[in-house]
């Protein structure tokens, strides 16, 4: 999670709103990729941390099958990055802080388990949520 900070900081600098995620490969020792909000650097309304991590460890892998792979991001996914999330096939996620208002992982909605899907990742939800929200805090504050 420690990484995926980093990488929400990243994005923080840019002028986007600090969110950063990691997919770990199925070993969960080496990190296949990674990404940071994107949205305003590039205009792009998909460019989300997730989505880029996504991405960028399919291309790595030559598939778009995650299979038993990790992601790791530092707020709770969307509906759009759910979706992304089961349809990449990640075995587990990991996300820092709640998002209350849109997220897809268990407080507004439950997309990623939702027992109607063929693929069910597992989530953990909270790890270093204080430090995940905080960053976002004092983002918007300093908006």
Same mark, same amino acid.
């Given at each position: 999670? $420690? !990484?995926? @900070? ?15 995620? !990691? ?8 990190? /296949? =990729? ?6 305003? %650097? ?9 989505? !880029? ?8 892998? #030559?598939?778009?099958? /995650? ?5 790791? %991001?530092? @707020? ?6 759910? &979706?992304?999330? %089961? ?8 996300y820092g802080a709640r998002d209350d208002?849109? &997220? =897809?992982? #268990?407080? /507004? ?5 939702? $027992?109607?899907?063929?693929? $069910? ?5 909270? %790890? !270093? ?6 960053? /976002? ?7």
């Amino acid at each position: 999670m $420690r !990484l995926a @900070l980093a990488q929400a900081e990243r994005a923080a600098r840019s002028g986007d709103v600090p969110v950063g995620a !990691l997919v770990l490969a199925p070993d969960g020792t080496s990190v /296949l =990729a990674t990404g940071h909000n994107e949205r305003e %650097v590039t205009g792009d309304p998909t460019g989300h941390a997730e989505i !880029l991590a996504i991405r960028r460890a399919a291309e790595r892998l #030559g598939e778009w099958r /995650l299979t038993g792979c990790t992601l790791v %991001v530092t @707020l709770e996914p969307c509906t759009m990055c759910a &979706g992304a999330i %089961v349809q990449s096939r990640v075995d587990r996620v990991v996300y820092g802080a709640r998002d209350d208002k849109a &997220g =897809a992982a #268990g407080s /507004l909605w439950d997309v990623i388990r939702d $027992r109607r899907l063929n693929h $069910r990742p597992e989530v953990i939800e909270g %790890v !270093l949520a204080a430090e995940c929200a905080r960053q /976002l805090t004092d983002f918007f504050r300093g908006r």
